[in-house]
């Protein structure tokens, strides 16, 4: 009787790799696509100083150089010195998102303390575009600020800035009359850019417009507050005309943002 062994051989077993669900290939290929897109945080940090040198001078037969008055008046001159310091720190993650912090500090941002409140607080009230979700991302080498944003930013200000000028200059009109006319107008202005700029059917844009006509209004209401300000009362006539040039302006502003779009 013959036995004989032998050493078993180790077999390959082919075995399947598990096929990956539907729900996870869709998955990989969104994962795939963002990554592709680089998406990163980027912060950018912007210091701007504004500043205004001035003086006042006083000429004419009335002016007492001794006293420094005029009609017993005591004259109010000498060189003056404002400023503005803002200091901007902007953060994007996908490139159509902004978070803005901004540090100012001055002495003539009273106007400011007024208009940039109440656009911040407009327009991040206002509900989200339709569809915005479903908007492709904007391309990482691409500015947080275009041209269309530029063109539209610098034609309103330009058109204001000209009807500011105008009031200015206006005929027959002392110093004080023409800083109430000017003072408002930007008040004016500004509550009507916030509507203009913004969806005019909705409620929150009109109050936001109506934050600059109210303060106007109460100033119009109070002398007090307009000695405050070193504003003169201001006449029917001048109540007018400041009316008629900022309704011009607004009007131009619009058909400008027209043209443009």
Same mark, same amino acid.
């Given at each position: 009787?013959?036995? #004989?062994?032998?050493?078993? @051989?180790?077999?390959?077993?082919?075995?399947?790799?598990p096929q990956p669900a539907t729900e996870d290939i869709e998955t990989m290929k969104e994962v795939e696509k963002l990554e592709a897109l680089h998406f990163a945080p980027t912060t950018t940090v912007q210091l701007q100083i504004n500043g205004a040198l001035g003086a006042l001078h006083?000429?004419?037969?009335?002016?007492?150089?001794?006293?420094?008055?005029?009609? $017993?008046?005591?004259l109010l001159n000498g060189l003056s010195f404002n400023h503005e310091t803002r200091l901007t720190i902007d953060t994007s993650v996908t490139g159509q998102d902004l978070l803005r912090i901004r540090f100012r500090a001055g002495n003539f941002a009273l106007l400011h303390l007024v208009i940039d409140p109440a656009c911040t607080v407009v327009f991040e009230a206002l509900p989200a575009t339709p569809g915005l979700m479903r908007q492709p991302p904007r391309p990482p080498q691409a500015p947080l600020f275009g041209p269309d944003t530029w063109r539209h930013s610098?034609?309103?200000?330009?058109?204001?800035?000209?009807a500011a000028l105008v009031l200015?200059?206006?005929?027959?009109?002392?110093?004080?009359?023409?800083?109430? @006319?000017?003072?408002? @107008?930007?008040?004016? #202005? /500004? $509550?009507?850019?916030v509507w203009l700029n913004g969806d005019p059917h909705s409620r929150?844009?009109?109050? /936001?417009?109506?934050?600059? &006509? /109210?303060?106007? &209004? @109460?100033?119009?209401?109070?002398?007090?507050?307009?000695?405050? &300000?070193?504003?003169?009362?201001?006449?029917? #006539?001048?109540?007018?005309?400041?009316?008629?040039?900022?309704?011009?302006?607004?009007?131009?502003?619009?058909?400008?943002?027209?043209?443009?779009?």
């Amino acid at each position: 009787m013959v036995s #004989a062994t032998a050493p078993l @051989l180790a077999q390959d077993i082919p075995i399947e790799a598990p096929q990956p669900a539907t729900e996870d290939i869709e998955t990989m290929k969104e994962v795939e696509k963002l990554e592709a897109l680089h998406f990163a945080p980027t912060t950018t940090v912007q210091l701007q100083i504004n500043g205004a040198l001035g003086a006042l001078h006083y000429t004419g037969s009335a002016i007492e150089t001794s006293s420094n008055t005029a009609a $017993g008046a005591p004259l109010l001159n000498g060189l003056s010195f404002n400023h503005e310091t803002r200091l901007t720190i902007d953060t994007s993650v996908t490139g159509q998102d902004l978070l803005r912090i901004r540090f100012r500090a001055g002495n003539f941002a009273l106007l400011h303390l007024v208009i940039d409140p109440a656009c911040t607080v407009v327009f991040e009230a206002l509900p989200a575009t339709p569809g915005l979700m479903r908007q492709p991302p904007r391309p990482p080498q691409a500015p947080l600020f275009g041209p269309d944003t530029w063109r539209h930013s610098l034609s309103q200000g330009a058109v204001v800035m000209v009807a500011a000028l105008v009031l200015v200059f206006w005929p027959d009109t002392d110093t004080a009359t023409h800083r109430s @006319l000017v003072f408002s @107008l930007l008040l004016l #202005a /500004g $509550g009507g850019l916030v509507w203009l700029n913004g969806d005019p059917h909705s409620r929150i844009t009109a109050a /936001g417009a109506g934050i600059g &006509l /109210g303060l106007w &209004l @109460l100033l119009l209401a109070i002398p007090g507050l307009q000695q405050l &300000l070193s504003l003169a009362p201001m006449q029917p #006539a001048e109540i007018l005309t400041v009316m008629i040039t900022t309704a011009v302006a607004l009007l131009l502003a619009g058909l400008l943002n027209r043209q443009l779009a």
